[in-house]
């Protein structure tokens, strides 16, 4: 039985004081885009806020011939780029960089797994480092399980200390690819130490949902069927697909944003209060609510579901290519750059209420947002005309880039008649906290440090999303329903409103 | 009252002799103003949102600056009724002066925000009745803060009147006029304030990196076991004297508070170091407060914090040291705030940089030479009633500034760490404050223990 350790009465008191014990983090794929854009700057940060104990170090794995110094130099580089707190502490900076360290590691070479263990082993020597290990697999999905295999064999993944690997979604292709990389991953690591990251749950707006949910009691009694109309979420793009086209071609709308971002925020709208904001007590209930998904399944798919890919179009005033014309992209591709579909959660609580979610590239604005739309009141009291301009209650989640919650509600004119009109309240996150809300990546890279994996996808909600998904993949394969067009800048095919308006309902404007 | 050299905002209104009724329909009339501009003709006029209200109250016509300008900087990003008020002898009438200025911010995205400042100036009996005239003011269902800078009139009746209305209390222990009296008024302010009220030191906020890293020692589990084998703490402060062992005992209330030291007694050591000593259990914790002369640093201010002992046979020994390598200050900038040019032409610029100059020179480079000549107190006893000049230039807005760990643990060799210092200025320190609230138990069990030493000292 595990012994709960008496907490360090020092840092009573101490607002936000997190910190990890020290620990040798290796980042796979060191020098890649990922490394430089967000965990390096993530973690200069983390050090800049004291969050990162003395002795703690980083060792860069990766195939490129560099010592020491020219990852520092790298890494000091990326920082300046691309750190979220501008300028850059010089002394911060040179005291962080001066526990980087770097190792040459061909993945497939087993000696050099070994010559990293050496290396991490040193650390543990001259920084204090009671053997705690944290392995990043800052590199494309293919690796995970090379690395998981050769981290064992080099025995990296046992001895004092903990240890835990870190991958980034998406995790598995489908649901069968997803079982392999878990159960590799688990013959290597115990499934509370493997951290899948999904950096869209770091977000500060992400958390809040639950928070609104939660620690208020006035939403939580209407968040039903019984009051509730429908629920739209919107994950929109302005952008296209930029460099990645190899990876996107592959993957489409539905495996990059819908089966992860989208399955996630429909779960923490929808899941039961959790006992606690506690790791396990939360994604119980979120894999409750992912198998309480009707599954689409034959013709549902056929109704429930749009896809469609971009073609040349206005984006923000600007004309930009079609799809097919994006570097790295088939010029027959039938992969969809818009999902959207209609879902239906099976329980008491949400029985009847439909779920819309869209996601998509070059849509008119980046926006993502949850809207909870309430039904009509049963009587019009103040009669049709005074009603007239009266949108139903709505409750919209704003997690991106506007981050904030609106309330709309009717409210009487002005004048010596009878009119009410839609008004809105708001609350707005910019200017409502005294403080900065963190980078997803520098909340999570602490998280993985800390040992709490409450905002990481367990592999039990992987594979539920998955069984989800993977029937309208198939589907979709076989061109049920067809793939559309949509220009670039408009929010998507044709049918994506007509999922709506066969219900008598259209989407929210964002 | 004077309506130019103000920083940052336009002034909407002012009226001489006017009552607080003036006031604030004068704000509504500003506010209706500013809602039908910015509604357009088919628009509904914005939602206003308003997350507290900051009462500053100031001592002096450069405190009053500084509040306008710390609270304007704060209400750009977060929407607050802002007062400042001050206190003078009443020259016209038996009403008050006030002004409000105002700022509008327009952020690319979002509605326009209007940040409106109301300045009153407050004489006679009106200013022993603070709660009375500022109770209209207050914005309903969010908390109101009261930044009191300089040394608030503690154990006064004033005092605890303006506290009525408050939800928490701010002040800088560090600018306190004669800290050893005034920190024990703070200290008495637990037992007779109103139970809602917070309590909030800005001392304490800067004293926050520091129990930070010292927390950060002993968080690791197989370090957990060192706590019950600390022996000796040493405290280095800047200055002499006991009013600048202020921070010194609160950092030491602090460590005597969590770990359950019971404080046997105190007294002066050879070299001028006073030693307390703490009862922790079966053992005993000497705590050595040495006065060291560091140019880099105000009087009061932390020089490095030693902490050493032995647990089931492994010795241990943190050093947390402020700035080793800091180099020189240079020339404080903040005089030349109390310079206006009145013009920006070559003249007047040159004019003010002279006047600072001299501000500098004079004032500053002999200003506790001059004060204990003047008052005959003893080092530290009491402080230049300039608090305004001495805040911001042991206050820089610097963001180099560091502290340097050493971790020692049995044989192994010494573990270097930096860790940057947070911005101390009265934007970053009341932010900080504001956000996280002002009721803060660590503190006041600290502020009690701190206080009982400073008793001994």
Known sequence: MKVQEAPNPLAEGLHDYRVADPAVMVIFGATGDLSGRKLLPALYNLAKQRSLPAGFAVVGAAMNELTDQAFRQLAGQKIHQYSRTQPIDDRVLAAFLDQLFYVKVDFSKLDDFRALAQRVRELDNTNHIPGNRIFYCATPPPTYQTIAVQLQAAGLNTGEGFHRVVVEKPFGYDLKSARELTQTLQKVFAEDSVFRIDHYLGKETVQNILAFRFANSIFEPVWNTNLIDSVQITVAEDIGIENRGAYYDHAGAMRDIIQNHGLQLVTLTAMEPPLAFEANAVRDEKVKVLRAIRPLIGEDIEQSTVRGQYVRGWVLGEQVPGYREEKNVAPDSQTETFAALRLFIDNWRWAGVPFYIRAGKRLPKRVTEIRIQFKRPPHLTFGRDAMKEVDPNAITLRIQPEEGISLKFGAKVPSAGLRIRSVTMDFQYQTSFLVEAPEAYERLLLDCMIGDPTLFTRADEVEAAWQLIDPIEESWRNSRPPLETYPAGTWGPPSAAKLLQADGREWHRP | ?457
Not at chain 2, 113 to 139: F, K, M, R
């Open chain 2, 1 to 457: 009252m004077s309506t130019t050299v103000r920083p940052g905002t336009e002034t909407a209104w002012h009226g001489e002799d006017v009552t607080i009724r003036e006031v604030l329909d004068a704000l509504e009339a500003i506010r209706a103003r500013f809602a039908r501009s910015e509604a357009g003709d088919d628009e509904h006029v914005h939602p206003r949102n308003c997350v507290m209200t900051l009462i500053s109250v100031t001592p002096s016509e450069a405190d009053e600056l500084s509040a306008e300008q710390t609270t304007l900087l704060i209400g750009r990003e977060h929407p607050a009724q802002a007062i400042v008020i001050r206190e003078e002898a009443p020259v016209r009438g038996h009403k008050l002066d006030a002004r409000i200025g105002t700022e509008v911010q327009r952020p690319q995205m979002g509605c326009p925000t209007e940040c409106e400042i109301i300045t009153i100036h407050v004489g006679g009996q009106a200013a022993d009745h603070l709660a009375e005239l500022l109770d209209p003011l207050l914005v309903s269902g969010v908390p109101t803060y009261l930044w009191w800078l300089g040394t608030p009139p503690f154990g006064k009746k004033e005092l605890l009147d303006a506290l009525r209305i408050c939800d928490g209390l701010v002040v800088d222990s560090a600018r306190f006029e004669e800290p050893h009296r005034s920190f024990h008024g703070l200290s008495r302010l637990l037992k007779v304030a109103h139970h809602r009220l917070g309590l909030a030191d800005m001392q304490w906020s800067r004293l926050r990196p520091w129990r930070e890293t010292i927390a950060q020692f002993f968080t690791p589990a197989d370090r957990r076991k060192f706590l019950s084998g600390i022996a000796e703490v040493g405290v280095d402060y800047a200055g002499e004297g006991r009013g600048n062992r202020i921070a010194a005992a609160l950092v030491t209330g602090w460590m005597a508070a969590a770990l359950g030291w019971k404080l046997k007694r105190a007294a002066a050591g050879p070299g001028g170091v006073v030693v307390a000593h703490y009862e922790a259990g079966a053992r005993s914790v000497e705590v050595a407060f040495r006065s060291v002369q560091k140019d880099h640093l105000a009087p009061g201010e932390l020089s490095a914090i030693r902490i050493a002992g032995a647990s089931q046979g492994t010795t241990f020994r943190l050093t947390v040291q402020h700035d080793p390598e800091r180099r020189a200050a240079q020339a404080e900038p903040a005089y030349r705030t109390l310079h206006p040019t009145e013009g920006e032409d070559d003249a007047g610029f040159e004019l003010a940089e002279r006047r600072a100059e001299w501000h500098r020179d004079v004032l500053h480079e002999n200003i506790e030479s001059l004060h204990h000549t003047a008052t005959g107190d003893p080092p530290g006893e009491s402080r230049p009633k300039r608090p305004v000049v001495l805040s911001r230039d042991r206050r820089r807005p610097d963001s180099q500034r560091v502290l340097l760990t050493m971790i020692e643990i049995g044989e192994g060799a010494p573990l270097r760490h930096v860790q940057q210092l947070d911005r101390e200025d009265e934007v970053a320190l009341l932010l900080d404050l504001l956000s996280t609230g002002t009721h803060d138990e660590v503190f006041n069990r600290s502020l009690a223990e701190a206080s009982a030493l400073v008793d001994r000292f």
